[in-house]
């Protein structure tokens, strides 16, 4: 068996929890079990963060839909390069071109 130095191990350990830390997560504010997300939409939820050894509040939202825009923000919207320059494709009749309908007559 490969027995893992120590050190490695802790070091990976360490990596994974700071990883970990700040994550978000919203729980609902609902007697009972907590259940999937969409039940209740809602009720007020809690957002928690991660700090690494235990969940600690950091405000709360009135319903589901302010917890997905807090936990999940949009992206930005990346702009797309302006299409470059290529020439049009010419009159003719190439392999990969369909030919028109005047041409097939004159055939």
Request: aromatic share 4%.
């Given at each position: ?55 600690e509040t950091v405000g709360i939202v009135d319903n589901l839909a ?42």
């Amino acid at each position: 068996m490969h027995e893992e130095p120590l050190d490695e191990w802790a070091r990976r350990r360490e990596e994974r929890r700071a990883a970990s830390k700040g994550k978000l997560r919203a729980v609902p504010l609902t007697e009972g079990p907590h259940r999937g997300a969409h039940v209740a939409p809602d009720a007020p939820r809690v957002i928690q963060e991660w700090t690494g050894t235990e969940w600690e509040t950091v405000g709360i939202v009135d319903n589901l839909a302010a917890a997905k825009a807090l936990l999940h923000p949009p992206q930005p919207v990346e702009e797309k390069p302006a299409e470059w320059d290529r020439p049009a494709l010419g009159k003719g009749r190439g392999r990969h071109r369909k030919p028109s309908p005047a041409e097939e007559r004159n055939q």
